[in-house]
């Protein structure tokens, strides 16, 4: 059956279509030409999303994206560097530019980007960044909780510093947790945090996303692709800045050589399609977690409508047209 749907709005998007938007060849024309075919997904609206490097690479892309007039671009979002050091919480950020927070940091990258950065994705147990959290806020950036080892005691205090999102919960922490307490459950339960999820079927098993979801709350869940360059391609090596990445033909995203993910290859309309299998939620309650919250959580709305083809049999999602 074909149904209409807003816009999709994806808060966590790194490249798409073998468009790297960390990557040192990046232009206003291939922004856009990343930005045509994710559209073809029922994605009207994103955060290109710029992960850790150093301040140069971080610039110059950030430069390049500030200038791209589509109203596509809802702005941008700058995973890292404050983020943890560890191997495991810091997945595939480099660990020679993660560094300290700091607002002076900050400012200088929030120039290069012209101030369009609205999301920052910090662990809070980096030095300096409950102070950032509070400075963050103050001028109007959503704080995200992400690739961490905080404490309970760490995460409390970014939240009540104003901290608002969890990124890709379940994922960019360590591989080996305690039971309890873990950061994991005290973001679940953490009720001024959305939390965001890859349901790509690789980065979170079906039955965690379904008690992730519950405990959450529709109204707290929001589903993102992280997708690299990769996205949109056949397997092969593709690369994240500087880093390479290998898709597999499963769909598979991991570090050249290393069984660690490093974003993925997903799809907005297709971790829609995910999340009703894995979770047995009616269509209409994942499509919000999609757009309109998303949208929301960065103060902004979703951007045309999405016509699409629906088999609830299969639960299958196809993108027939998008409209403005
Ligand atoms: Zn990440």
């Known amino acids: 059956m074909t149904i209409e749907l807003p816009g999709l709005f994806d808060l966590q998007l790194n490249g798409f279509g073998g468009i790297d938007f960390n990557g040192p060849d990046l232009t206003a024309d291939r922004v856009e030409e990343a930005l045509q ?11 290109p999303t710029l992960i850790t490097s150093s301040f140069e690479d971080f610039a110059a892309s950030a430069r390049v994206l500030s200038r791209v007039p589509s109203p596509a671009i809802a702005g941008i ?55 950032l959290v509070e400075h963050l806020v103050a001028s109007g950036v959503r ?27 379940g994922n960019g922490c360590a591989h080996m947790l305690p039971r309890h307490p873990n950061t994991i459950w005290e973001l679940l ?35 993102v692709t992280d997708a690299i360059a990769a996205a949109g391609c056949a397997p092969g090596t593709h690369t994240i800045g500087g880093v390479m990445a ?39 309650d994942v499509i919000p977690m999609a757009s309109t919250i998303p949208a929301a959580c960065v103060g902004q709305t979703t951007r045309g409508m999405v016509h699409a083809d629906w088999t609830p049999e299969t639960a299958e999602l196809t993108v027939l047209r998008v409209t403005d």
């Open 37 to 47: 075919r994710v559209r073809l997904t029922g994605v009207t609206r994103c955060l």
């Open 77 to 131: 979002h700058m995973e890292g560097p404050y983020l943890s050091p560890e191997d495991g919480p810091r997945g595939a950020h480099p660990r020679a530019h993660v560094r300290a927070a700091t607002v002076e940091d900050f400012r200088r990258r929030q120039d290069a980007a012209d101030g369009r950065i609205v999301l920052v994705t910090l662990a809070p147990e980096v030095d300096g960044a409950i102070a």
């Open 143 to 169: 704080v995200a909780l992400g690739h961490t080892a905080a404490t309970p005691d760490q995460l409390a205090a970014a939240v009540a510093a104003g901290a608002t999102l969890a990124t890709h919960l």
């Open 189 to 223: 339960a953490a009720d001024a945090v959305v939390a965001t999820f890859i349901v790509d079927g690789h980065h979170l098993p079906p039955a965690t996303v379904k008690a992730m979801i519950r405990a959450k709350g529709i109204e707290r869940s929001v589903l």
């Open 246 to 284: 290998e898709l597999s033909a499963d769909g598979r995203v991991s570090l050249r050589g290393t069984p660690y993910l490093a974003g993925s290859a997903l799809t907005l309309d297709r971790a829609i399609a995910n999340t009703v299998r894995y979770t047995g939620l009616p269509l209409d």
